[in-house]
């Protein structure tokens, strides 16, 4: 079993700035990658950011320069994002990538979300 706790939304205006965590615990043998994902009302889950544990990271073109992913370390990870626009508002989801054993398969694992609203 894997849990993730999200933590870091809230309310900001346009042009602020919030950090998000995402902590995993559990079962974990090793991770594969980390990422978050949003969602806003009525529009589908997208990715925002991963990174990968050899530390390559992708991210969604409309939050690339302002958003940041990293590892704090190989179970935490953080989303910086400034210069917030209204469009960012969603629920963010961490998604851990991982595996309990060395022979089993790597399984996507989400938080509950954390909300981020970003005023005008």
């Known amino acids: 079993q894997v849990q993730l706790v999200e933590s870091g939304g809230g309310l900001v205006q346009a042009g602020g700035s919030l950090r998000l965590s995402c902590a995993a615990s559990g079962t974990i043998f090793s991770i594969n990658a980390m990422g978050w994902y949003r969602q806003a009302p009525g529009k589908q889950r997208e990715l925002v950011a991963t990174i990968t544990g050899g530390g390559s990271v992708n991210y969604a073109d409309s939050v690339k320069g302002r958003f940041t992913i990293s590892r704090e370390n190989a179970k935490t990870v953080y989303l910086q994002m400034n210069s917030l626009k209204p469009e960012d508002t969603a629920i963010y989801y961490c998604?851990?990538?991982?595996?309990?054993?060395?022979?089993?398969?790597?399984?996507?694992?989400w938080g509950q979300g954390t909300q981020v609203t970003v005023s005008s």
């Open positions: 998604r851990c990538d991982s595996r309990s054993g060395s022979l089993m398969p790597y399984r996507p694992y």
